[in-house]
């Protein structure tokens, strides 16, 4: 299930390529309001490649892309701290609260209870009354045992006593 999942953000995230190379080709022929908007396109496929590659990571290596993250945060912190306009401040400011909310998000996915596949339990329900039974029938023939056991020393206690009444007459 992980690996069709991944296979299919993949998939989504070439298609993204292709769609992000098509509008790079024609962004330095357009002007104005299709430039605006191609531009527009171009941030909003970038977005969505970037997603993509999220998902991927996690599905393959959470801890590794939490670790990545981190430190991406703390990189766009200490750029925005050597950033010369407010523009580019905030530029860095929006990468870090980025990185942190992908961070907080991954860390609260990795420690999701996800669902039991079908038949889990059945399983393991099946199991647990096979134990029960062998244990029962261990149990039965050890009170059986048990039974003859002491039917058996009823018998040797009742031949001491009749020994006991020979040798003392």
Do not use: W
Request: aromatic share 4%; proline share 2%.
């Amino acid at each position: 299930m992980v690996n069709e999942r991944i296979a299919k953000l993949t998939e989504c995230r070439e298609q993204y390529k292709e769609m992000l190379t098509s509008v790079r080709a024609k962004l330095p022929m357009a002007s104005g309001v299709e430039a605006t908007a191609l531009a527009r396109r171009d941030a909003e496929l970038q977005r969505k490649i970037e997603q993509c590659n999220i998902e991927i990571r996690f599905l393959q290596d959470h801890n590794g892309l939490i670790e990545d993250y981190r430190r991406q945060y703390e990189d766009a912190l200490t750029d925005r701290n050597n950033a010369q306009t407010a523009e580019e401040r905030e530029a860095f400011q929006r990468r870090a609260d980025f990185c942190l909310a992908v961070t907080a998000d991954a860390l609260h996915m990795a420690t999701e209870l996800r669902p039991l596949p079908p038949g889990v339990l059945e399983t393991i329900e099946s199991d647990l009354h096979q134990a029960a039974t062998i244990a029962k029938n261990t149990v039965d023939a050890i009170n059986q045992a048990i039974s003859v056991l002491n039917t058996v020393l009823d018998g040797l206690i009742m031949l001491a006593r009749v020994a006991e009444k020979i040798a003392v007459a």
